[in-house]
């Protein structure tokens, strides 16, 4: 994954989360409510961001271990 696209993916998550803020907190509820909905959304935006981690962290493990295949062979192979 390019150093763009990470880019990307991050202001996506930051919007997103940024929205979700917004929605909630300009949303009629009460104090309570307000306060358990965005610990909800809190919990799902960490959740979010784990896993567009996890899936980072996988996609840099094929580069590198394609990058290791094709240094030891010397050739690049699909």
Known sequence: MSKQAGNVILGTLI???A????GVLLAPASGKDTRNMLGEKA???KDAINDAANKTI???KEVKESA???IKN???KA
């Open 15 to 17: 919007g997103v989360a």
């Open 19 to 22: 929205g979700l803020a917004a």
């Open 43 to 45: 919990n799902e935006a």
């Open 58 to 60: 996988a996609s840099l």
């Open 68 to 70: 290791e295949r094709v």
């Open 74 to 76: 010397g050739s690049v």
